[in-house]
Nanobody
Framework: QVQLVESGGGLVQAGGSLRLSCAASGRTIGTIVMGWFRQAPGKEREFVAGIRWIGGSTYYADSVKGRFTISRDNAKNTLYLQMNSLKPEDTAVYYC?????????????????????WGQGTQVTVSS
């Protein structure tokens, strides 16, 4: 099993920045992809950003491209999401997720059903 714990959420004004962290523990060896998803009240969970653990290739949702940066520290088994120029529509619970099984189908980064492990989520609220 892999345990994921997010931190860094909070309340911020529009235009501000936050940095989310996701610490992974347990059976972290073999991690292939990690990603960030978010869910606002009454809405479905949506993909935000993903990263290959080896190589570091990244992929972003159009809504956050140019504003958010996903990164990872392999030695620390930690995933990050740097969020700049935050907007009220970014308000949501943010979840980190990991996948340690091979998947070559569509939605390599974006299909939440293919991720194996999930964190508990951290609240991000952006005020106007």
């Amino acid at each position: 099993q892999v345990q994921l714990v997010e931190s860094g959420g909070g309340l911020v004004q529009a235009g501000g920045s936050l940095r989310l962290s996701c610490a992974a523990s347990g059976r972290t060896i073999g991690t292939i992809v990690m990603g960030w998803f978010r869910q606002a009240p009454g809405k479905e969970r949506e993909f935000v950003a993903g990263i290959r653990w080896i190589g570091g290739s990244t992929y972003y949702a159009d809504s956050v491209k140019g504003r958010f940066t996903i990164s990872r520290d392999n030695a620390k088994n930690t995933l990050y999401l740097q969020m700049n120029s935050l907007k009220p529509e970014d308000t949501a619970v943010y979840y980190c997720a990991s996948r340690n099984t091979a998947y070559t189908g569509s939605g390599y980064y974006t299909d939440d059903a293919r991720y194996n492990y999930w964190g508990q989520g951290t609240q991000v609220t952006v005020s106007s």
